[in-house]
Nanobody
Framework: VQLQASGGGLVQAGGSLRLSCVAS????????MGWYRQAPGKQRELVAGISRGGSTNYADSVKGRFTISRDSAKNTVYLQMNSLKSEDTAVYYCNADISQYPGRYNDFWGQGTQVTVSS
């Protein structure tokens, strides 16, 4: 199983970016999916998560600005980021709870995509 993230880049404060992450390989089903980020010198933190049923949760720092969504048919999770701030600068990682066989789930991570917000 591989998670391929894309969509990062350099953007000015107040701008927008959309991250995508596609899961591929031997996949039976996908449970929760999410985005994490890690800024230099800081611990990795949860940005947003979405369940298989579509329930979402967000870090307080991004509520009202970021929107997570998923296309289960495409094994893809998205993160729409609006009103970006310099403090959103980080490497963003996608994460998914994937079953390759019925009843057995494992955690998988993407390779990370850099988001840099200039002030």
């Amino acid at each position: 199983v591989q998670l391929q993230a894309s969509g990062g880049g350099l953007v000015q404060a107040g701008g927008s970016l959309r991250l995508s992450c596609v899961a591929s390989g031997n996949i039976f089903s996908i449970n929760d999916m999410g985005w994490y980020r890690q800024a230099p010198g800081k611990q990795r933190e949860l940005v947003a998560g979405i369940s298989r049923g579509g329930s979402t949760n967000y870090a307080d720092s991004v509520k009202g600005r970021f929107t997570i969504s998923r296309d289960s048919a495409k094994n893809t999770v998205y993160l729409q980021m609006n009103s970006l701030k310099s403090e959103d600068t980080a490497v963003y990682y996608c994460n998914a709870d994937i079953s390759q066989y019925p009843g057995r789930y494992n955690d998988f991570w993407g390779q990370g995509t850099q988001v840099t917000v200039s002030s």
